[in-house]
């Protein structure tokens, strides 16, 4: 019996949600890591997330929120314990943010289709703008221990947020305002390594205008791309179809299942409107 359509870029999740401690909690600039022992679990795919709540003070705000667990990348995954990158944007990322070593955090997943190895001997780019770093930081780990260095191309706002580059080995960083490395997009860098040598597959994560970008860019240059789409998330199933993307041939992918990462080509445009 052949195995599923894309079982090799897929861990399966346990049933149900477990409370893990958090282990470990830094600050890297605008970003905060957490990491939380979970030595029970699966190894995660790269691209792969989990659905995370805090176990205590969760719908307790204003409004009652945060009400929904929220959906994080895996930053990175190793005997037994999971990292994850956040940022304090909102109720349930202030909660999150706000976990302290000796708390716990609910978690779900691994969830989703990850990341695939590139072809034809082509060599892996990564590019990521903001939190989309994350996934891009276990996918560089696995190539390089596969022998595949990748290089990675970062965008972030500022300074500030540029010191999560520092997650990645040897990146190439661009800021909005020119206060780190390259001032302006980092479509910008892209589009220098692809003149240098367009042999190659790219990987991104990031804002979706950025994937946008990043989707066009391959599309007319004949570069193959895989995409970690983000979207409001509420189960991570597939049961509640708030994560719908529009396909190329007019039907739909869940994110949750059915990503979030995603072959470019499968996709008209990144919708951000």
Not at 69 to 79: G, N, Q, T
Not at 144 to 155: E, N, S
Not at 252 to 269: I, Q
Request: net charge negative.
């Amino acid at each position: 019996m052949s195995a599923a359509p894309g079982a090799e870029r897929r861990t399966l999740a346990p049933f149900g949600r477990r409370a893990l401690v958090v282990a470990g909690r830094r600050e890297l600039g605008a970003y905060v890591v957490l990491a939380v022992d979970d030595p029970d679990g699966p190894a995660p795919r790269p691209g792969q997330f989990f659905m995370l709540a805090a176990v205590d003070r969760w719908g307790g705000g204003a409004d009652e929120r945060p009400f929904l667990p929220r959906a994080f990348s895996v930053l990175r995954a190793s005997e037994g314990r999971l990292e994850f990158m956040l940022e304090d944007v909102g109720p349930g990322t202030e909660r999150l943010c706000a976990l302290a070593p000796g708390e716990e955090l609910w978690v779900m997943g691994p969830l989703g289709l990850g990341f695939a190895p590139p072809d034809d001997g082509r060599r892996a780019l990564l590019c990521g703008g903001g939190v989309g770093t994350a996934p891009l930081a276990i996918w560089q780990d696995e190539l390089l221990a596969a022998g595949r260095p990748a290089a990675a191309l970062l965008g972030f706002r500022d300074a500030a947020h540029a010191e999560g580059a520092a997650l990645l080995r040897n990146p190439r960083v661009a800021t909005d305002d020119g206060s780190a490395g390259h001032h302006g997009l980092v479509t910008d860098l892209l589009v220098e390594e692809l003149d240098a040598d367009a042999h190659a597959s790219v990987y991104a994560c990031g804002p979706p205008p950025m994937l946008e970008a990043v989707r066009a860019l391959c599309a007319e240059r004949g570069v193959p791309a895989q995409l970690a789409l983000e979207a409001g998330m509420a189960c991570g199933f597939g049961a509640c179809f708030g994560c719908v993307v529009p396909t190329r041939d007019g039907g739909y992918v869940r994110l949750c299942v059915d990503g979030p990462v995603v072959d470019a080509e499968r996709l008209a445009e990144v919708p951000w409107h």
